[in-house]
């Protein structure tokens, strides 16, 4: 199983190198083999005796994080949906996307959301479920963003982008929590362990971060705002991650914890009322709407309200209309994109108001629309499966119960909320439909005069609608093997079997003809109650937040850079010893590190007294000597003041070698002195001076301070007894100090000559650039 | 005279610092060679100052000084030996190529 999930990034690997034979085959044609091989592998798990099944492989076990992936009922109907739909989706590019586009670049991300997606549904772990979840997240980024030179892609990239990415960090705090209560990272053992999340003083803040992620990934409102300009993104893509997929694994990951979180009141209250919410106004936003994939977009958003709704409502009927709905939804949704795609692709255009009468120019696209869009409708027509989810919805939303409070508000208020909701459904797929493929033909206004679209781009809609009817003809065929595990899943014991046509003349079939009745009325007199939009939403939109809130953080954080990265190397650095002395004193004095003993110091002379006054006094004097050479002759005297000290200090070597090493150092000096400038004052203010004597005395502070203090304090016994025993046992050397640089310490010796290597090479070759320029 | 020493150190970084800030290649240079000097007198003074014989094994002498401090201060003097003169070859090609040695107008312009 565990290569069913990797084998898309593993093909991901190798399809750059692919990518560069693509004028002789189109690279998309190995891409289609990788979800049909996921697909055929996973769908001998269907059948009415299905199991769930669960593997585990070893990632990093000290963390409690492995690769355990829990294929259950509603895994499977994500694995089936991504596998298949990826499968025709891929097929479909190979028609969408000419050759001469980036084939390598969207291949690659296509493969990382289909692998990373297979991820999210099936992780049993909460990490690794979140790390594939955020791969989801920047593989649609980067897909959106795939026409990169269109300012609107990247602006819709960014987005998405930002508002799934919020969403993810919220999810990723709720399985932080989760696990901290529960203690383990496994999903199932949490949901076994319900009572302890159920009952902890933080359950609503749980409950809040969990669905505010799911909710910005599944694009409810008011977090839909991403989703109609995701639309920039290439139309396979629009199909399979942005209807049919990824949006929907927010719906997943509700449905995936709702065993968990169903228990409590809240979970119905603010998961049914964002659904139902997000369902009326995607719906009745998507009439407004101008671009074919706008209005499929807002249709989306209504749809997943949908859905959402119905888990909330937690009931028999809703969950297995919920997780039908979802197989419904990928169908005749993913269809109609890819019409919109083909139309796109043979027109030219996408906007409605240019369209119309293209029935007799595209018959077979035309033919497929009309199945889906009446699927989508929830038209009472036996052959479409999209009437038996809103049937079942309808009846749903009908089968509450609550008896106070706001939930119970709630109840009375949803069955006209779902009418409301699904007329305005009727209206926009129609006015999709008859706004595109009938009325008026403007054919010369076209950018592209209109054909039937190839064969080829025609099997994959063709496929899907050909699921619509299947469904809708024969619903037990797919309800006993495959829809009931996963609504099982869902519900967390036996769901419901029965999936009728006709139900009778009852209340929900009432309401289905309500919505058609006005549906009807409202289709047909659209242009007259357009200017209702100018009210509601009128000015008011989330966009507007959002290009608020991005516009002024990107000011804001540009400011903020400017004022201190202003290419000014001594600001940079004034800043660092700033921070450095802030914080080191500032825990010097909270963990009381300071310490000053006095009993154990080593007698005070004469002659030491005069060298160190000397170094003192010449330190300064590198400061106020304008003159170069006096500035190097002075830094000489702090040089060999220090080798004096060395010799009071017992330390020969340390003397020897800071000698040399001085008088060459001043010898390099005055070669080089005569071809720096003067160093006259550069025009330092007052001010500047005073900051940087500020700066200078408060790090110098510092030193003193650490000296002293780490002085005074023994913490530790002193190691260097185990040198002097040993110097001569296993170095053979009398000087402890050459033994440790040259035996115990060799390495470090080493390297430190290959520094200086490095050193001699550096200044030989940055002296030859200048022999060659000169030349 | 383990105090009087840390001062000192505190001193020497004060002023290599203060030098360090300038805008004056030259001085930038001397700066770091004033703070390596300031670093190795800091790590002498942790240990224990004039504390027994100097560290070369001889007939009869029990105490020695640390010997340890003293090993790494002589990498590190090596090592910002080898530091300085890069610093300074550098210097004087950038003030070459760049006719000065104000920091200030040395700064990249490629993001202005």
């Known amino acids: ?102 084939l390598g670049h969207f291949y690659v991300y296509f493969l990382i959301f289909m692998g990373s997606m297979l991820g999210v549904v ?49 999810l990723l705090g709720a399985l932080v929590f989760m696990h901290t209560i529960t203690g383990t990272t496994s999903i199932q053992e949490m949901i076994a362990n319900n009572e302890a999340i159920l009952n902890h003083e933080f359950f609503p803040l749980i409950l809040s971060l969990l669905l505010l992620g799911a909710f910005t990934k599944s694009a409810q409102f008011p977090f839909h705002i991403w989703l109609p300009d995701a639309m920039e993104a290439p139309t396979p893509v629009s199909a399979y991650l942005h209807s049919a997929t990824m949006v929907k694994a927010g719906i997943f990951l509700v449905a995936r914890f709702s065993p968990m979180m169903s228990a409590s009141d809240w979970y119905f209250i603010i998961v049914s009322s964002f659904g139902i919410v997000t369902l009326c106004w995607g719906s009745y936003m998507a009439v407004r709407q101008t671009d074919l994939k706008g209005i499929l977009a807002f249709s989306t958003i209504s749809q997943l309200g949908m859905i959402m709704a119905m888990i909330g409502f937690g009931t028999k009927v809703a969950i297995f209309a919920a997780v039908f709905h979802i197989l419904n939804h990928a169908t005749f949704k993913g269809s109609l994109f890819m019409i919109a795609g083909i139309v796109d692709h043979e027109t030219g255009t996408r906007d409605i108001r240019k369209l119309g009468g293209l029935m007799n120019y595209l018959p077979m696209t035309a033919t497929l629309a009309m199945f889906g869009v009446f699927s989508m409708a929830g038209f009472p027509l036996p052959f479409l499966n999209g009437f038996y989810s809103k049937e079942m919805f309808f009846n749903a939303s009908l089968d509450l119960s609550a008896t106070e409070g706001i939930a119970a508000f709630l109840t009375s208020a949803i069955p006209y909320l779902a009418v409301f909701g699904s007329i305005f459904t009727f209206v926009y797929s129609m006015y999709f439909f008859f706004g595109t493929f009938r009325g008026k033909a403007n054919i010369d206004q076209l950018p592209k005069k209109p054909h039937e679209a190839p064969v080829g781009m025609l099997i994959s809609p063709a496929v899907l609608v050909l699921l619509v009817v299947a469904i809708g003809l024969f619903p037990f065929i797919i309800n006993e093997p495959f829809i009931s595990h996963a609504a099982s899943a869902v519900y967390g014991g036996e769901a419901m079997k029965e999936i009728y046509f006709w139900h009778g003349f009852n209340l929900p079939f009432i309401m289905s003809l309500t919505v058609i009745a006005f549906g009807t009325i409202l289709a047909l007199t659209i242009p007259r109650w357009k200017t209702v939009y100018n009210f509601v939403p009128g000015v008011l939109s989330m966009n507007k937040v959002y290009d608020f809130t991005v516009d002024k953080s990107v000011v804001f954080s540009s400011k903020v850079n400017k004022s201190y990265m202003t290419g000014s190397l001594a600001l940079y650095m004034k800043l660092i010893l700033i921070t450095i002395v802030g914080v080191s004193f500032t825990l010097f004095f909270m963990t009381g590190g300071f310490a ?56 020969p070597d340390l003397a020897l070698t800071q000698l040399i090493v001085e008088t060459v150092t001043v010898a390099l000096f005055l070669l080089v002195f005569y071809h720096l400038p003067n160093l006259t004052d550069r025009g330092e203010t007052g001010r500047g001076k005073l900051i940087n004597w500020l700066v200078s005395i408060g790090f110098g502070l510092l030193i003193t301070t650490v000296a002293i203090s780490s ?63 000169e030349e | ?58 007939e009869g002498v029990e105490n020695y000084t640390d010997p340890l401090p003293q090993a790494l201060i002589l990498t590190s003097i090596v090592i910002s030996f080898g530091v300085t003169s890069l610093l300074l070859v550098l210097a004087y090609r950038a003030s070459k190529i760049n006719h000065t040695d104000n920091m200030d107008q040395l700064r990249g312009n490629d993001y202005e």
């Open chain 1, 1 to 102: 199983m565990i290569l069913a999930v990797l084998l898309p990034f593993i093909i991901a690997i190798f399809i750059p190198f692919l990518s560069k034979w693509k004028d002789k085959f189109h690279t998309g044609i190995v891409v289609t083999l990788v979800p049909l091989v996921i697909f055929t592998y996973f769908a001998r798990f269907l059948g009415t005796d299905f199991e769930p099944v669960t593997r585990s492989y070893r990632w990093i076990p000290s963390l409690d994080m492995n690769m355990v992936f829990h294929l259950d009922g509603l895994s499977l109907l994500f694995v089936m949906l991504i596998s298949g739909i990826g499968t025709l989706v891929a097929f479909y590019s190979i028609y969408y996307l000419h050759k001469s586009e980036k």
């Open chain 1, 122 to 170: 099936l992780s049993d772990n909460i990490y690794v479920l979140y790390s594939f979840w955020e791969f989801t997240s920047l593989s649609s980024f980067l897909l959106i963003g795939y026409w990169n030179h269109k300012h609107g892609s990247r602006y819709g990239a960014l987005k998405s982008m930002l508002i799934t990415v919020f969403g993810g960090l919220s």
């Open chain 1, 596 to 651: 000053l003993e006095l009993s154990n110091l080593a007698p005070v002379t004469t002659i030491e007294i005069i060298v160190a006054l000397t170094m003192a006094i010449a330190a300064f004097g590198t400061i106020f000597t304008n003159n170069r050479i006096a500035a190097i002759l002075i830094l000489g005297v702090v040089g060999y003041g220090l080798a004096m000290l060395f010799i009071i200090y017992r330390a």
């Open chain 1, 711 to 773: 002085h005074s304090s023994k913490w530790f016994d002193v190691i260097s007894s185990y040198f002097v025993d040993n110097s001569y046992k296993l170095g053979g050397g009398d000087n402890i100090v050459n033994v440790i640089l040259v035996d115990m310490r060799g390495l470090d010796t080493l390297f430190e000559i290959a520094v200086l290597g490095l050193a001699a090479m550096a200044i030989y070759s940055l002296i030859k650039i200048k022999n060659k320029k």
């Open chain 2, 1 to 58: 005279m383990e105090i009087i020493m840390s001062v000192l150190a505190g001193i020497l970084f004060m002023t290599g610092v203060y030098n360090l800030l300038q805008k004056q290649l030259l001085r930038i240079v001397i700066g770091t060679a004033l703070v390596s000097h300031g670093a190795h007198l800091t790590i002498l003074t942790m240990g224990k100052l004039k504390d027994g014989a100097p560290p070369i094994l001889t």
